[in-house]
Every structure is written in structure tokens, then in C-alpha cells.
């Protein structure tokens, strides 16, 4: 089974430069996640989608954007990277809608911007 | 807002003790979930026991046990006849019942069980 799948694994940065990272869950999940994780600072979320097509903002959403056009992915993308956004990036998935289903988790990924 | 915290940033036992990881929340809500997350070095996070805020029953999973004390708020994590395996980040975390799933993460306490 897969789960929950994080494109890339590591990426490395030049500020200013674009991309975007791809999270893909085979659950059928409807609630996707994406968080970042610092050192001391546990997981924060970032920005997270309750349904295809839908996209709302979470704790750190400056500097970041999402989309979620297909039930089964859901992109995170970074316009104009700043150092600031050197961080491990974790995308998470679940049923959502309080059925008492825990999130799973991709393997995350680790992003530096020098 | 939902704020978890905990006071324990890092902690060291002997292998087979056990061991108490401390957690407290603020919440106005009454019905809730509480998680520990288990995330090793290969970086995975992992689910290691959840309670419902309206069972006062406290959730147990093998070696896993916690000690909910809905009124002070407090969400303590016992870790029984630890493990090598044990040794990671442990993350105390929070759920509103039947809203967007948003989970409020801890710091993080990293535990390390020596040989």
C-alpha cells in the first residue's frame, strides 16, 4: 500500500526560484494536509483542502500557495523561495469529517533554500 | 485558539524503565481528540495512541498508556519497560470533533532510551 507519497524526497534551492511540491494519497481520503517542520517547532500547518477543488489557509500560509484539483493530490507551491522556507515539508491525509481517523503521513520532504 | 504545550524539550532513560512525557492543552471546546505521535529518526510520523475527550477511560496500547485529566487539561504520555525502538520525537497533539480534521501540534519532547 502506498499511502501517502511526497514528490521530491530533497530539493535544493537557489532563493527566488519556484517550484512546487506533490503530495499523492491511493486512500480516497478527502482532507489533505501540508505542514512544515523547524526545530523547536514542532509541525505547523501550512495550508490543508477538506475537498477536492477547495483549499483553505492554515497557521503559516504566507509565501506559500496550493491546489487541489483531483481528490488525490494536492500541490504545494513556493512562487519565490526565501531562506526563511528551508524546512522539512510533511503532507498528511484522512477521512476527515470527525470519523475518528487519525492522519497519515508522507515520508516528508526536505527542502533547503541557499 | 487551540495551544499544546509541552515543558519536557528533551529526556533520557535507561532502557527497560519507564518513562512520563508530559503534555498540557487550552481548549474551549468540550469534545475533542488527543494524539502522541511517534516520529523517529527516519523521519515518519507515526500514530501511537489517541483519545477521545468524552471516554474517561484512559486509552492504553501495549507498552503505550495515557493519563487524561480532562479538567486541568493535561495529556501525559507512559511509556512501560522502554525500548531501544522507543528513542525519538514525540509530538502531543489536538483535534476539534466534527470540524476542518486541523490538528494543533506540541514542540515535541525527544526521548532517548539508553543501552
Known amino acids: 500500500n502506498a499511502g501517502v507519497t511526497q514528490t521530491p524526497k530533497f530539493r535544493v534551492l537557489k532563493t527566488g526560484q519556484s517550484m512546487t511540491l506533490l503530495c499523492a494519497q491511493d486512500m480516497n481520503h478527502e482532507y489533505m494536509y501540508w505542514y512544515r517542520q523547524d526545530p523547536g517547532m514542532g509541525l505547523r500547518l501550512i495550508h490543508y483542502?477538506?475537498?477536492?477543488?477547495?483549499?483553505a489557509k492554515g497557521e503559516v500560509p504566507d509565501g506559500y500557495n496550493v491546489s487541489r484539483l483531483k481528490k488525490q493530490n494536492f500541490l504545494l507551491g513556493l512562487e519565490s523561495a526565501a531562506p526563511s522556507q528551508t524546512s522539512v515539508y510533511f503532507c498528511?491525509?484522512?477521512?476527515?469529517?470527525?470519523?475518528?481517523?487519525?492522519?497519515?503521513f508522507g515520508d516528508g520532504t526536505r527542502l533547503s533554500i541557499l | 485558539a487551540q495551544t499544546v504545550t509541552q515543558s519536557q524539550p528533551e529526556m533520557s532513560v535507561q532502557e527497560a524503565e519507564t518513562v512520563t512525557l508530559s503534555c498540557t492543552y487550552d481548549?474551549?471546546?468540550?469534545?475533542?481528540?488527543l494524539f502522541w505521535y511517534k516520529q523517529p529518526p527516519s523521519r515518519q510520523m507515526i500514530l501511537v495512541i489517541r483519545?477521545?475527550?468524552?471516554?474517561?477511560q484512559n486509552a492504553t496500547e501495549n507498552r503505550f498508556s495515557v493519563n487524561f485529566q480532562k479538567a486541568a487539561k493535561s495529556f501525559s504520555l507512559k511509556i512501560s519497560d522502554s525500548q531501544l525502538g522507543d528513542t525519538a520525537m514525540y509530538f502531543c497533539?489536538?483535534?476539534?470533533?466534527?470540524?476542518?480534521?486541523?490538528?494543533?501540534f506540541g514542540k515535541g519532547t525527544r526521548l532517548h532510551i539508553l543501552p
Open positions: 483542502s477538506v475537498g477536492e477543488g477547495t483549499t
Open positions: 483519545q477521545e475527550a468524552y471516554k474517561q
Open positions: 498528511a491525509s484522512t477521512n476527515g469529517g470527525g470519523l475518528n481517523q487519525p492522519q497519515h
Open positions: 497533539a489536538f483535534m476539534k470533533l466534527f470540524r476542518d480534521d486541523k490538528i494543533i
Open positions: 481548549t474551549s471546546e468540550s469534545n475533542y481528540y
